[in-house]
């Protein structure tokens, strides 16, 4: 195998029957993934002793499995040894010249696992899966096929009830990887991006270091609540849009960003989180210029600004790039807790929905705390978030239902 490394080719330490692999963004689970499908089929060790021929694979959804698993740069078709598998799209599944198949499978269809049965199993990204638990568990009972079955789990980490059950079972052999480990693998110069761009954040121990950050116990949000934003009723068309900005306390390029959130009001008391546009080291005519592309963009109603750091010079350099843009300044007259738990609550309730994941934002909503975030770090994409939300569902236009929670 050239260019593997040890973690990806444990020559002294096969994994059982189930074997946990957790990784960093370019970590090289999928080239892991796809090399032990190619041995499991050729029937080659540490992984295999005799050939697997009847298999499956399992991913976020069958696009994933098709794109990533399979035809991605370092997918089954790109590391297959010898003979290449062909795929069969009308029967969903690989067939490879010596009589092997690998069925493909979606984690928005537990169901279509009752039934079929195997000898192996990958599973790619199940800290991304919709219905993560019910997958795995129809596979388990699909999972009985000749005298050693296996399955290979391969994800980034994330704190699912799935992930932790794994961790928790004694016989899940566990394998840590971090995006570092590849260096030599990727593009010149993007571990030292990465570092600048994510170094000693949570996202960038998830995301680079492999690491499962569990929910701070004092925070407002849960990861579990911040999953359920996404989906849902979010493609509708929202009417009253609002970009909020919470500006840097000074202009100085060390200073914190400028958190800058877009939502809308989508009826019924319910809102849609659209982007998020929050700049780092930017002055303030930067930040003012993407507000106002924002604004036109999105075709907003207003700009909402807090103006507590910089009072009427907030609104002045906004409209110093466009005068007539409308602009609503509001000014915090509590603690960022007290004005982020009705906030909070709306989330509780299911009335807030996220147009796509913004990993950032929800690295802050799940690690604010009363004392503010664990690294010290000032909040803001939280809250730029706070003040849109409070504009479109706490405020004067909200439904009486609504406004009852403020």
């Known amino acids: 195998m050239v260019f593997a490394r040890a973690r990806q080719y444990p020559l002294l330490w096969p994994p059982g029957r189930s074997w946990l692999v957790l990784g960093g963004r370019g970590a090289g689970k999928t080239r892991l993934g796809a090399e032990w499908i ?31 698993m399979i035809d991605g740069l370092s997918g089954i078709a790109a590391r297959a040894r010898q003979a290449r598998p062909r795929y069969e799209p009308s029967r969903r599944r690989l067939v490879w010249p010596g009589g092997a198949t690998a069925q493909i499978f979606s984690s928005e269809d537990p169901e279509s696992l009752r039934g079929p049965q195997f000898d192996a199993a990958w599973c790619d990204e199940a800290g991304k899966w919709r219905h993560a638990e019910a997958c795995f568990d129809m596979l388990q009972f699909g999972l009985r096929v000749g005298p050693a079955p296996k399955q290979l789990i391969t994800t980034t980490p994330r704190p699912t009830p799935l992930l932790r059950r794994l961790l928790a079972d004694p016989a899940v052999t566990v394998t840590r990887m971090k995006t570092v480990d590849n260096q030599a693998h990727l593009a010149a110069g993007f571990i030292d991006w990465l570092r600048t761009r994510y170094g000693g954040t949570r996202l960038g121990r998830q995301e680079m270091d492999g690491e499962m950050i569990a929910d701070r116990e004092d925070a407002l949000w849960s990861r579990q609540m911040v999953e359920r934003t996404a989906g ?35 009826g019924d008391g319910r809102a849609l989180v659209m982007a998020d546009a929050t700049m780092r080291r930017a002055r303030p005519t930067a930040w003012a210029q993407k507000a106002v592309a924002l604004y036109h963009r999105y075709a907003a109603d207003s700009i909402v600004v807090e103006v507590n750091q910089g009072g009427d010079m907030v609104s002045t350099v906004i409209h110093g790039v466009d005068a007539s843009v409308a602009v609503k300044p509001v000014r915090a007259t509590r603690g960022k807790w007290l004005r982020a738990e009705p906030v909070a609550a709306l989330y509780e309730q299911g009335r807030v929905a996220h147009a796509r994941r913004f ?39 909200a439904t009486p239902r609504i406004r009852e929670i403020h």
């Open 232 to 266: 849902g009723r979010a493609d509708e068309t929202p009417g009253r849009i609002v970009v909020a900005v919470d500006p840097p306390a000074s202009a100085r390029r060390t200073s914190d960003a400028c958190g800058i959130v877009v939502a809308g009001a989508v």
């Open 38 to 68: 190619d041995m499991l089929v050729r029937g080659l060790p540490p992984f295999a002793h005799r050939k697997y021929g009847r298999l499956a694979l399992i991913g976020e959804t069958l696009a994933d499995v098709r794109e990533v």
């Open 359 to 397: 990993p950032e934002l929800e690295d802050e909503m799940c690690d604010f705390g009363p004392g503010g975030l664990s690294d010290g770090r000032s909040p803001d994409r939280l809250d730029a978030l706070v003040w849109a939300l409070t504009e479109l569902l706490l405020g004067p236009h």
